[in-house]
């Protein structure tokens, strides 16, 4: 049984940061690639970023390079989303997701309930 739990979003003002955190409960954990997916109201899903089951590989969507960081530790089965230097364009349900593979492009095989963060103006 999968279980992905995202915890520390919440409201912050434009120009500040917010640290997302994900548990994951799977076993292999350093088998598969995770990322951060979000969603906000009117607008498409959006895959963020994305990491390898190692954490060696990165990719980010374009309008948050430079300013969120997507990182994991494999110990204890968590994966992190710095995100400094927020708009209110960054406004969204951020979802933790797996893959079963050890690197994707986007493609998820499961999701998490999702955390909310608002930017501020």
């Known amino acids: 049984q999968v279980a992905l739990v995202e915890s520390g979003g919440g409201l912050v003002q434009a120009g500040g940061s917010l640290r997302l955190s994900c548990a994951a409960s799977?076993?292999?954990?350093?088998?598969?690639?995770m990322g951060w997916i979000r969603q906000a109201p009117g607008k498409e899903r959006e895959t963020v970023a994305i990491?390898?089951?190692?954490?060696?590989?990165?990719h980010y969507v374009d309008s948050v390079k430079g300013r969120f960081t997507i990182s994991r530790d494999n110990a204890l089965n968590m994966v992190h989303l710095q995100m400094n230097s927020l708009e209110p364009g960054d406004t969204a349900v951020y979802h933790c997701?797996?893959?079963?593979?050890?690197?994707?492009?986007?493609?998820?095989?499961?999701w998490g309930q999702g955390t909310q963060v608002t930017v501020s103006s």
């Open positions: 990491i390898s089951g190692t954490g060696r590989s990165t």
């Open positions: 799977i076993p292999n954990f350093n088998k598969h690639a």
């Open positions: 997701a797996q893959s079963n593979l050890p690197w994707t492009t986007g493609a998820f095989d499961y």
